[in-house]
């Protein structure tokens, strides 16, 4: 009896056992006592946790908070779709055999225009083999507004597009200024005029003029 209690502290047993728990009872584990904590909240074995069901190569990345590493099941993943021209959200849904609705639940977008002020889409993994061997990021998505695990089915991260869209290029700010003005219903000079006062920010832009026309609305001029 003594000797299987010395055995749940020692340090190498009690990693050996982790290795092969899920996250769930690792979780768990982490809540017995002080050594258990620092055992099981080690990043290498809530990585390891985070792979094994879905015999992942490599994580790449830390996340902002050390409760990713909770769930592991199949939504935790998205595959990056780096949009090009003719793309739209009801193709890249027969592309990658999922659902509209979960498109753009994932990346939070009301409407299919959204498609238009971004370079890329994250997209729901809807055959889980795909992550058989593979190497994933973990990234902050600006526009989805959540960290999730990043395949990129081919190439790596563009840091660029994971970031906020501040406009760089003439023709991505096209892009931008024509979403803006089917999603305000303005002219070309009104959506500009919002872009530049929101930092380059298309979102930022959109609450700008929501804001004004809230106020019009108030002081009874619309």
């Known amino acids: 009896m003594n000797s299987n209690i010395e055995a749940l502290a020692c340090k190498d047993v009690l990693r050996t056992i982790f290795e092969n728990l899920p996250l769930a009872d690792l979780a768990r584990a982490a809540c017995v006592c002080r050594l258990w904590f620092s055992l099981a909240s080690d990043r290498d074995m809530q990585t390891r946790a985070f792979r094994s069901p879905w015999k992942l190569k490599e994580v790449i990345g830390n996340p902002s908070s050390s409760g990713f590493w909770r769930d592991n099941g199949l939504g ?16 890249l849904a027969v592309k990658y055999s999922v659902q509209v609705m979960d498109i753009k639940r994932l990346n939070n977008m009301m409407s299919d225009h959204g498609i238009y002020s971004r370079t890329r889409l994250l997209i729901p993994v809807s055959n889980p083999d795909l992550l058989i061997g593979s190497t994933c990021y973990i990234e902050l998505d600006a526009y989805a507004n959540r960290e999730v695990a990043v395949l990129y089915l081919e190439g790596g991260p563009d840091l660029m597009v994971n970031c906020p869209n501040r406009v760089s290029s003439d023709r991505g700010k096209r892009r931008i200024i024509d979403s803006l003005k089917r999603s305000m219903q303005v002219d070309d000079g009104t959506a500009q005029y919002y872009l530049s006062v929101s930092d380059g920010d298309p979102r930022a832009a959109l609450m700008e003029f929501s804001e004004d026309l809230r106020w019009e609305w108030q002081s009874g001029l619309a």
């Open 76 to 91: 935790r993943f998205a595959i990056s779709h780096r949009l090009a021209r003719g793309d739209s959200v009801a193709s």
